[in-house]
Protein backbone atom coordinates (compact mmCIF):
# COMPACT_ATOMS: atom_id res chain seq x y z
CA UNK A 1 0.00 0.00 0.00
CA UNK A 2 1.54 3.45 -1.46
CA UNK A 3 0.75 7.07 -0.80
CA UNK A 4 -0.81 8.48 -4.07
CA UNK A 5 0.98 10.22 -6.23
CA UNK A 6 1.79 13.90 -5.91
CA UNK A 7 0.16 13.83 -2.17
CA UNK A 8 2.35 15.94 0.81
CA UNK A 9 3.61 13.25 3.15
CA UNK A 10 1.04 14.00 5.77
CA UNK A 11 -1.81 13.67 3.43
CA UNK A 12 -0.48 10.51 2.43
CA UNK A 13 -0.13 8.75 5.39
CA UNK A 14 -3.33 9.58 6.70
CA UNK A 15 -4.62 7.94 3.29
CA UNK A 16 -2.57 4.79 4.43
CA UNK A 17 -4.27 4.87 7.25
CA UNK A 18 -7.54 5.16 6.81
CA UNK A 19 -7.64 2.61 3.86
CA UNK A 20 -6.09 0.21 6.25
CA UNK A 21 -8.37 0.62 9.03
CA UNK A 22 -11.17 1.16 6.37
CA UNK A 23 -9.95 -2.74 6.00
CA UNK A 24 -10.58 -3.96 9.18
CA UNK A 25 -14.16 -2.35 9.39
CA UNK A 26 -12.70 0.96 12.11
CA UNK A 27 -12.54 4.46 10.75
CA UNK A 28 -10.20 7.22 12.38
CA UNK A 29 -12.77 8.56 13.74
CA UNK A 30 -12.65 5.39 16.28
CA UNK A 31 -9.29 5.95 17.46
CA UNK A 32 -7.40 8.17 20.14
CA UNK A 33 -3.87 8.87 20.94
CA UNK A 34 -2.11 6.47 23.35
CA UNK A 35 1.32 7.57 25.09
CA UNK A 36 4.15 7.59 22.79
CA UNK A 37 7.34 6.09 23.60
CA UNK A 38 11.18 7.05 22.67
CA UNK A 39 11.15 6.18 19.55
CA UNK A 40 8.86 7.54 16.42
CA UNK A 41 6.02 5.26 16.46
CA UNK A 42 3.04 5.90 17.52
CA UNK A 43 0.40 4.26 18.47
CA UNK A 44 -3.83 4.79 18.51
CA UNK A 45 -6.33 2.81 20.85
CA UNK A 46 -9.50 1.75 18.55
CA UNK A 47 -12.51 2.06 21.06
CA UNK A 48 -16.05 -0.18 20.86
CA UNK A 49 -17.47 -3.13 20.45
CA UNK A 50 -14.02 -4.85 19.01
CA UNK A 51 -11.20 -2.69 20.86
CA UNK A 52 -7.18 -2.85 18.98
CA UNK A 53 -4.72 -0.94 18.65
CA UNK A 54 -2.81 0.99 15.63
CA UNK A 55 0.49 0.78 15.55
CA UNK A 56 1.74 3.51 13.13
CA UNK A 57 5.44 3.13 12.43
CA UNK A 58 6.19 5.20 8.95
CA UNK A 59 10.02 4.69 7.34
CA UNK A 60 12.57 4.53 9.17
CA UNK A 61 10.60 2.67 11.21
CA UNK A 62 10.76 -1.32 10.29
CA UNK A 63 7.41 -3.43 11.46
CA UNK A 64 9.22 -6.65 10.67
CA UNK A 65 11.21 -7.50 13.39
CA UNK A 66 8.38 -6.81 15.65
CA UNK A 67 5.95 -8.97 13.89
CA UNK A 68 8.64 -11.97 14.00
CA UNK A 69 9.30 -11.78 17.52
CA UNK A 70 5.72 -11.49 18.27
CA UNK A 71 5.10 -14.96 16.46
CA UNK A 72 8.37 -15.99 18.39
CA UNK A 73 7.07 -15.31 22.08
CA UNK A 74 3.42 -16.06 21.49
CA UNK A 75 5.13 -19.71 20.38
CA UNK A 76 6.86 -19.98 23.82
CA UNK A 77 3.71 -19.22 25.26
CA UNK A 78 4.08 -15.55 26.66
CA UNK A 79 1.17 -12.86 26.51
CA UNK A 80 2.00 -10.90 23.58
CA UNK A 81 -0.47 -8.35 21.36
CA UNK A 82 -2.48 -10.59 18.93
CA UNK A 83 -1.60 -9.56 15.37
CA UNK A 84 -4.60 -9.05 13.98
CA UNK A 85 -3.43 -7.42 10.88
CA UNK A 86 0.00 -5.89 9.19
CA UNK A 87 1.00 -3.67 6.30
CA UNK A 88 4.73 -4.15 6.89
CA UNK A 89 5.60 -2.22 4.13
CA UNK A 90 3.14 0.87 4.95
CA UNK A 91 4.52 0.53 8.70
CA UNK A 92 1.08 -0.45 10.12
CA UNK A 93 0.40 -3.11 12.74
CA UNK A 94 -3.37 -3.30 13.93
CA UNK A 95 -3.22 -5.51 17.32
CA UNK A 96 -4.89 -6.84 20.25
CA UNK A 97 -5.52 -4.26 22.93
CA UNK A 98 -3.74 -5.45 26.16
CA UNK A 99 -5.16 -2.82 28.26
CA UNK A 100 -3.46 -0.21 30.69
CA UNK A 101 -2.31 -1.92 33.56
CA UNK A 102 1.46 -1.66 33.16
CA UNK A 103 3.53 -2.68 35.53
CA UNK A 104 5.27 0.90 35.68
CA UNK A 105 1.46 2.12 36.57
CA UNK A 106 0.90 -0.26 39.15
CA UNK A 107 4.10 0.66 41.01
CA UNK A 108 4.28 3.98 40.71
CA UNK A 109 0.48 4.47 42.64
CA UNK A 110 2.40 2.10 45.31
CA UNK A 111 1.58 -1.41 44.53
CA UNK A 112 3.20 -4.15 45.96
CA UNK A 113 6.80 -4.49 43.51
CA UNK A 114 6.88 -8.32 45.00
CA UNK A 115 4.33 -10.28 42.96
CA UNK A 116 4.46 -7.82 39.93
CA UNK A 117 8.25 -8.59 39.96
CA UNK A 118 7.78 -12.61 40.96
CA UNK A 119 5.41 -12.30 37.67
CA UNK A 120 7.90 -10.25 35.29
CA UNK A 121 10.98 -12.90 36.24
CA UNK A 122 8.60 -15.52 35.59
CA UNK A 123 7.76 -14.45 31.91
CA UNK A 124 11.23 -13.88 31.66
CA UNK A 125 12.55 -17.20 32.46
CA UNK A 126 9.95 -17.95 30.16
CA UNK A 127 11.58 -15.61 27.23
CA UNK A 128 14.84 -17.24 27.81
CA UNK A 129 14.18 -20.69 27.71
CA UNK A 130 14.49 -21.83 24.08
CA UNK A 131 17.30 -20.97 21.71
CA UNK A 132 16.37 -17.21 20.30
CA UNK A 133 15.20 -17.03 16.31
CA UNK A 134 18.31 -17.00 13.97
CA UNK A 135 19.51 -13.50 12.55
CA UNK A 136 18.75 -11.55 15.48
CA UNK A 137 21.47 -8.78 15.78
CA UNK A 138 24.18 -9.20 18.57
CA UNK A 139 24.06 -7.18 21.86
CA UNK A 140 26.97 -8.17 22.99
CA UNK A 141 30.45 -6.26 24.70
CA UNK A 142 30.97 -4.77 20.81
CA UNK A 143 27.66 -3.12 20.60
CA UNK A 144 27.50 -2.52 24.03
CA UNK A 145 30.83 -0.54 24.39
CA UNK A 146 29.76 1.38 21.01
CA UNK A 147 26.20 2.54 21.97
CA UNK A 148 27.50 3.82 25.61
CA UNK A 149 30.65 5.18 24.25
CA UNK A 150 28.64 7.05 21.54
CA UNK A 151 25.90 8.30 23.69
CA UNK A 152 28.86 9.57 26.68
CA UNK A 153 30.81 11.11 24.33
CA UNK A 154 29.26 12.27 21.14
CA UNK A 155 26.61 13.78 23.13
CA UNK A 156 26.56 14.17 26.98
CA UNK A 157 30.69 15.56 27.04
CA UNK A 158 30.18 18.64 24.82
CA UNK A 159 26.99 19.17 26.21
CA UNK A 160 28.63 18.97 29.66
CA UNK A 161 31.94 20.95 29.17
CA UNK A 162 31.25 22.59 25.38
CA UNK A 163 33.64 20.74 23.52
CA UNK A 164 34.98 16.72 22.19
CA UNK A 165 36.11 15.19 24.79
CA UNK A 166 39.89 14.50 24.36
CA UNK A 167 40.82 11.39 22.11
CA UNK A 168 42.55 9.94 25.12
CA UNK A 169 39.90 10.19 27.30
CA UNK A 170 37.44 8.26 24.76
CA UNK A 171 40.13 5.48 24.46
CA UNK A 172 40.51 5.00 28.48
CA UNK A 173 37.07 4.37 28.91
CA UNK A 174 36.31 2.63 25.70
CA UNK A 175 39.23 -0.38 26.89
CA UNK A 176 37.89 0.46 30.97
CA UNK A 177 34.29 -0.53 29.42
CA UNK A 178 35.80 -3.64 27.30
CA UNK A 179 37.83 -4.69 30.26
CA UNK A 180 34.22 -4.12 32.76
CA UNK A 181 32.44 -6.19 30.33
CA UNK A 182 34.41 -9.40 29.64
CA UNK A 183 31.81 -11.34 32.07
CA UNK A 184 29.00 -10.93 29.40
CA UNK A 185 31.78 -11.80 26.30
CA UNK A 186 32.73 -15.03 28.71
CA UNK A 187 30.31 -16.72 30.67
CA UNK A 188 29.99 -19.96 32.30
CA UNK A 189 26.49 -20.59 31.65
CA UNK A 190 26.16 -24.48 30.87
CA UNK A 191 22.94 -24.41 28.60
CA UNK A 192 22.78 -21.10 27.21
CA UNK A 193 25.59 -18.89 26.85
CA UNK A 194 23.78 -16.43 24.52
CA UNK A 195 20.22 -16.06 24.66
CA UNK A 196 17.19 -14.03 23.42
CA UNK A 197 17.35 -10.70 24.96
CA UNK A 198 14.30 -7.85 24.95
CA UNK A 199 16.65 -4.80 24.93
CA UNK A 200 14.14 -2.96 27.58
CA UNK A 201 12.55 -5.22 29.84
CA UNK A 202 11.23 -2.50 32.45
CA UNK A 203 7.94 -2.27 33.99
CA UNK A 204 7.26 0.52 30.94
CA UNK A 205 6.97 -2.37 28.43
CA UNK A 206 5.04 -4.52 30.89
CA UNK A 207 1.29 -5.16 31.41
CA UNK A 208 -0.45 -6.75 34.60
CA UNK A 209 -2.90 -9.42 32.94
CA UNK A 210 -4.59 -10.77 36.42
CA UNK A 211 -6.79 -13.14 35.08
CA UNK A 212 -4.04 -14.71 33.29
CA UNK A 213 -1.92 -17.85 34.77
CA UNK A 214 1.74 -18.35 35.17
CA UNK A 215 4.23 -16.43 33.36
CA UNK A 216 0.92 -15.15 31.16
CA UNK A 217 0.04 -12.73 33.53
CA UNK A 218 2.80 -10.77 32.55
CA UNK A 219 2.06 -8.85 28.83
CA UNK A 220 4.93 -8.33 27.23
CA UNK A 221 5.50 -5.05 24.36
CA UNK A 222 8.00 -3.29 22.49
CA UNK A 223 10.18 -5.64 21.83
CA UNK A 224 11.16 -5.36 18.72
CA UNK A 225 14.42 -4.46 18.88
CA UNK A 226 15.34 -7.87 20.58
CA UNK A 227 18.55 -8.90 20.17
CA UNK A 228 20.66 -12.42 21.44
CA UNK A 229 23.17 -11.68 24.20
CA UNK A 230 23.51 -12.21 27.85
CA UNK A 231 21.08 -13.10 29.93
CA UNK A 232 21.33 -10.88 32.92
CA UNK A 233 20.58 -7.43 30.93
CA UNK A 234 17.10 -8.01 30.86
CA UNK A 235 16.90 -8.76 34.96
CA UNK A 236 19.36 -5.17 34.90
CA UNK A 237 16.42 -3.63 33.29
CA UNK A 238 13.88 -4.90 35.19
CA UNK A 239 15.33 -4.41 38.63
CA UNK A 240 17.32 -1.14 38.50
CA UNK A 241 14.83 0.74 36.54
CA UNK A 242 15.99 4.51 35.62
CA UNK A 243 12.07 5.68 35.56
CA UNK A 244 11.67 4.55 38.95
CA UNK A 245 12.87 3.37 42.56
CA UNK A 246 12.98 -0.72 43.05
CA UNK A 247 13.87 -1.43 46.53
CA UNK A 248 17.08 -3.38 47.28
CA UNK A 249 15.39 -5.83 49.07
CA UNK A 250 12.40 -6.49 46.10
CA UNK A 251 15.19 -6.22 43.67
CA UNK A 252 17.34 -8.75 45.56
CA UNK A 253 14.40 -11.12 46.21
CA UNK A 254 13.82 -11.30 42.44
CA UNK A 255 17.42 -11.47 41.50
CA UNK A 256 16.89 -14.43 43.75
CA UNK A 257 13.75 -16.26 42.39
CA UNK A 258 15.47 -15.95 39.07
CA UNK A 259 18.43 -17.73 40.05
CA UNK A 260 16.43 -20.46 41.47
CA UNK A 261 14.74 -20.84 38.37
CA UNK A 262 17.91 -21.05 36.29
CA UNK A 263 19.81 -23.70 37.84
CA UNK A 264 22.00 -23.98 34.39
CA UNK A 265 23.67 -20.88 35.51
CA UNK A 266 26.47 -20.05 37.85
CA UNK A 267 25.17 -17.65 40.58
CA UNK A 268 28.64 -16.29 40.59
CA UNK A 269 29.43 -15.39 37.11
CA UNK A 270 25.87 -14.77 36.69
CA UNK A 271 26.41 -11.88 39.28
CA UNK A 272 29.16 -10.41 37.79
CA UNK A 273 27.65 -10.16 34.44
CA UNK A 274 24.44 -8.08 36.23
CA UNK A 275 26.64 -5.98 37.51
CA UNK A 276 28.72 -5.15 34.10
CA UNK A 277 25.37 -5.13 32.59
CA UNK A 278 24.57 -2.67 35.17
CA UNK A 279 27.48 -0.19 34.74
CA UNK A 280 26.81 -0.21 30.86
CA UNK A 281 23.39 0.41 30.75
CA UNK A 282 23.36 3.53 33.18
CA UNK A 283 26.37 4.93 31.70
CA UNK A 284 24.42 4.95 28.22
CA UNK A 285 20.81 5.75 29.59
CA UNK A 286 22.30 8.62 30.98
CA UNK A 287 24.11 10.16 28.84
CA UNK A 288 20.88 8.82 25.87
CA UNK A 289 18.78 10.97 27.91
CA UNK A 290 20.64 14.03 26.69
CA UNK A 291 20.56 12.93 22.63
CA UNK A 292 16.66 12.80 23.30
CA UNK A 293 16.69 15.96 24.60
CA UNK A 294 18.65 17.80 22.11
CA UNK A 295 18.49 15.64 18.81
CA UNK A 296 14.98 14.66 19.69
CA UNK A 297 12.74 17.68 21.30
CA UNK A 298 12.13 15.64 24.27
CA UNK A 299 13.47 17.22 27.38
CA UNK A 300 11.12 15.37 29.51
CA UNK A 301 13.21 12.27 29.51
CA UNK A 302 15.79 14.39 31.64
CA UNK A 303 13.76 14.18 34.75
CA UNK A 304 14.84 10.78 34.52
CA UNK A 305 18.65 11.42 35.34
CA UNK A 306 19.14 11.99 38.65
CA UNK A 307 18.28 8.45 39.36
CA UNK A 308 20.34 7.11 36.14
CA UNK A 309 23.41 8.75 37.44
CA UNK A 310 22.36 7.53 40.96
CA UNK A 311 22.44 3.93 39.73
CA UNK A 312 25.31 4.42 37.73
CA UNK A 313 27.31 5.41 40.97
CA UNK A 314 26.27 2.56 42.76
CA UNK A 315 26.81 -0.12 39.75
CA UNK A 316 30.25 1.15 39.97
CA UNK A 317 31.22 0.47 43.45
CA UNK A 318 30.52 -3.52 42.81
CA UNK A 319 34.41 -5.01 42.05
CA UNK A 320 33.23 -6.12 38.51
CA UNK A 321 32.89 -2.76 37.41
CA UNK A 322 36.27 -1.29 38.86
CA UNK A 323 38.06 -0.94 35.40
CA UNK A 324 35.21 1.57 34.63
CA UNK A 325 34.92 3.26 37.59
CA UNK A 326 38.64 3.98 37.82
CA UNK A 327 38.32 5.31 34.09
CA UNK A 328 35.55 7.81 35.55
CA UNK A 329 37.07 8.62 37.95
CA UNK A 330 40.48 9.72 35.78
CA UNK A 331 38.16 11.93 33.46
CA UNK A 332 34.93 12.69 35.08
CA UNK A 333 34.61 14.44 38.30
CA UNK A 334 31.94 13.02 40.73
CA UNK A 335 30.53 16.87 41.12
CA UNK A 336 30.40 16.49 37.46
CA UNK A 337 28.27 13.65 36.76
CA UNK A 338 24.58 14.76 35.90
CA UNK A 339 22.67 16.37 33.34
CA UNK A 340 24.81 19.01 31.94
CA UNK A 341 24.20 22.35 33.25
CA UNK A 342 21.15 24.46 31.88
CA UNK A 343 19.67 21.46 30.73
CA UNK A 344 15.97 20.90 32.83
CA UNK A 345 13.22 18.75 31.84
Not at 42 to 54: D, E, F, Q
Not at 134 to 152: C, K
Not at 308 to 336: G, K, Q, S, Y
Amino acid sequence: MAPADGASPQAGRQGLLTAFLRRNGYTLADTEPLAQDASFRRYLRIRGARPAVLMDAPPPEDVRPFLRMARHLADLGLSVPAILDADPDAGLVLEEDLGDDLLSTLLDRGEAAEPLLDAAVDALVLLQRDAPPADLPDWGPDQMVQTAIGTLFDWWWPTRYGAAAPQEARDDVTQALRETLTPVGSTRIAAAPRTLVHRDYFAGNLLWLPDRSGPRRVGVIDFQTAAVGHPAYDLVSLLQDARRDISRPAADRALARYLAARPDLDPTSFRDAYHACAAQRHLRVSCQWIRLALRDNRPQYLRYGPRTWRLLDEALLHPAAAPLACALHRWIPAADRGNPPGLEP
